[in-house]
């Protein structure tokens, strides 16, 4: 027996696979099972050509058999095996891979082989220190045992196999602290890896199986239960993905079981989408949005990203280049033959083929949810009840690059039957003439349908969408317009409501030429709380409210508060508005002809107060109270 030695370059090689190339050591069995399906694929490929052999597809089989006691596990296959030369040449030379000059033979064949790289069988030093091949080729009168204890070298030798096909057997290594490796041997193991890696290889994999079942006439009162003890070589796999079957063959109950057999969810999903696409990249796709968040969907434990397959077989378990921020809820597969991915098969080698199907995918569960808030509002809302956030979001995200994917998504509470609306509804009732889609932001739908600043528009009949979400303002403000028409906080400084109006806004336009002085004393008193003091028209039964300019709101200011910062708060630009028509404006103006000093103890009142309104905390409530408790004695 003559022990030979890698090449230098895979030594190397090998030493960096082992340490360096997988993630995970369990995907070594994901790897051997990949090759042992590729030589069937060969053989089957050959029973095809030569109808002699006398085997139909439903003789081949992948046996995995596991020896607790020997701490050694075995991976068999019927396919079409290997003579000497093909054993010096594709495990004596590592990264030469028999299955890719096999499909380069074949091309003209539509032949699905797996493992393209050869470098895939090596993973099981990993787990192994030691590895023995015995293959007989389909056709020979003679097999080989090709053993290896790693980098140190292999030999091979004649043995005695009777039918064609190959063995894999590994001997485990040791356990250590870190690394159970003898639990490769369990059975249960062996069925986690296989469901989890490999369930979708055409051909079935098997392992012996026990099986007890309780003695007649035991397990009673009087006789202690015994058992009976059997084997069975049981399937493991189902072997067709349910993403590869017809869709008029599968119920929702089937897409529903699957959901949550395979994602772990104990709910139904509320969508599920399942897509062929054919194109530069060819691609099967199944995708759920879930009916409910999960539990950690916003904390930094969450992992987004769909299942990756390449040909059935998993090789990532969150791909997340596939899904946006925005959709990062969904939930999924997808599955191509076309991926060009590295040696080791948990990498993408070209981020093209990546992009082509992620933009596929972003416009797929688009199109799906626009379908769904046309079609099925009631469940479009409880959608939106769960992830409306994201897609906000995602409006805002990327300074606004997502915007126009998504805005028709967009739902609002409104003053509008108190309900859901979407932008396109808000439009179509727009009154004649109406410049801006009005909007009033708060912490709470109560707050803001309350807010002195609607009480102009309610009266007007114009429509009001509420905004109570940190991230709702910057949405907003990223789109700017939607159909010519722009955006306007219901606090802004200028509503422009003279089309809405007319003689109202002129009106006090004149007030307030009239009492500029007295507006002037009024922002003077208040030392620089506020930009400036004017009349408004958008007032009926409050006294005073609070409005601001430029791009930060009064809303915004409090969401910039609760962020931790090493400097100032961004603050808004405020403006108090005061209701002319109001008693109160009138004591004021009696104020300003005889008491100066009461005078601006009532404006700082009137100002805090219109802050409190607002939901803006006081940053002096005792001086406010000290003043409260001036004016009242």
Same mark, same amino acid.
């Given at each position: ?20 190339? $997988? ?108 590895? +023995? ?23 091979? +030798? +004649? ?24 639990? $490769? ?28 079942? !309780? ?42 079981? $699957? ?22 990249? #060819? ?22 990203? !769909?299942?990756? /397959? ?134 709470? !739908? ?20 509420? %905004? ?18 722009? /955006? ?6 200028? %509503? ?16 307030? +030429?009239?009492?500029?002085? /007295? ?21 009926? #039964? ?57 005078? #601006? ?27 409260? /408790?001036?004016?009242?004695?």
């Amino acid at each position: 027996m003559e022990r030979k030695e890698f090449k230098a370059e895979s030594k190397r090689l090998l030493d960096l696979m082992i340490n360096s190339i $997988y993630t995970h050591k369990e995907i070594f069995l994901r790897e051997l099972i990949s090759n042992a399906s590729d030589a069937i694929d060969k053989m089957y490929f050959t029973t095809l050509t030569d109808t002699s052999i006398g085997l139909s597809k439903s003789d081949f089989f992948i046996e995995i058999k596991a020896d607790k006691d020997a701490k050694a596990l075995t991976i068999i296959d019927n396919g079409t095996g290997m003579d000497k030369e093909e054993l010096e040449n594709n495990l004596g030379v590592i990264a030469q891979s028999g299955s890719l000059a096999f499909k380069q033979d074949n091309e003209t064949e539509d032949i699905d082989i797996i493992g393209q790289f050869g470098v895939g069988f090596y993973s099981a030093f990993m787990v192994a220190k030691k590895v +023995e091949v015995k293959t007989k080729k389909y056709g020979s009168d003679t097999a080989f045992i090709w053993v290896s204890e790693g980098a140190d070298g292999y030999t091979i +030798e +004649e043995c005695q196999k009777d039918s064609f096909g190959t063995e894999i057997t590994l001997t485990l290594k040791d356990d250590t602290e870190d690394e159970k490796y003898s639990e $490769y041997a369990e059975t249960w193991k062996i069925r986690t890896l296989v469901k989890k890696y490999s369930d979708y290889i055409r051909y079935p994999i098997k392992t012996l199986t026990s099986h007890r079942h !309780l003695k007649d006439g035991t397990g009673t009162d009087d006789v202690p239960a015994e058992y009976d003890e059997h084997f069975e070589l049981e399937t493991l796999n189902s072997m067709i993905p349910i993403w590869r079957k017809n869709k008029n063959e599968l119920t929702a109950e089937d897409y529903n079981n $699957y959901y949550k057999e395979h994602f772990f969810d104990y709910t139904d999903p509320l969508l599920y989408i399942h897509k062929k696409t054919e194109g530069t990249v #060819s691609y099967d796709s199944l995708l759920y949005i879930p009916a409910k968040a999960p539990m950690d969907f916003y904390s930094k434990e969450f992992e987004k990203g !769909l299942q990756l /397959f390449s040909s059935g077989v998993m090789i990532m378990e969150h791909c997340k280049e596939l899904l946006p921020d925005h959709f990062s809820f969904v939930r999924g597969l997808v599955d191509s033959q076309d991926l060009s991915l590295n040696i080791s098969r948990e990498m993408l080698q070209q981020d093209r083929q990546v992009k082509t199907i992620a933009k596929s995918i972003e416009k797929t569960i688009k199109t799906e949810l626009k379908k769904l808030l046309e079609n099925d509002r009631a469940k479009y809302e409880e959608f939106w009840k769960v992830f409306g956030l994201q897609i906000k979001f995602g409006v805002y995200n990327g300074y606004g690059m997502n915007k126009d994917a998504l805005q028709d998504l967009l739902l609002f509470y409104s003053s509008f039957e108190k309900k859901y609306v979407s932008l396109d509804e808000y439009i179509e009732r727009c009154k004649e003439d109406q410049k801006y889609i009005y909007y009033a932001a708060a912490e709470s !739908l109560s707050r803001a349908d309350a807010l002195p600043q609607t009480e102009l528009l309610k009266d007007k009949g114009i429509e009001i969408l509420y %905004l109570t979400e940190n991230v709702d303002e910057f949405a907003i403000q990223m789109l700017r317009e939607y159909k010519d028409k722009q /955006f306007k906080s219901v606090s802004s400084g200028d %509503l422009e409501l003279s089309d809405i109006d007319k003689e109202g806004a002129e009106e006090t336009k004149k007030l307030e +030429e009239d009492n500029k002085d /007295f507006l002037a004393e009024i922002t003077k008193a208040l030392a620089g709380k506020v930009q400036e003091t004017k009349l408004t028209n958008k007032l009926k #039964s409050h006294p005073v409210c609070i409005s601001n300019e430029g791009q930060v709101s009064i809303e915004m200011e409090k969401t910039f508060a609760k962020m931790p910062t090493d400097g100032d708060v961004v603050k808004a630009s405020k403006i108090l508005e005061l209701n002319p028509d109001h008693p109160v404006f009138g004591k004021l103006k009696t104020l300003y002809d005889t008491d100066k000093d009461k005078l #601006s103890d009532y404006a700082n009142i009137l100002y805090s107060q219109a802050l409190l309104v607002e939901g803006v905390p006081l940053e002096d409530p005792l001086a406010y109270s000290d003043l409260v /408790f001036k004016i009242l004695v």
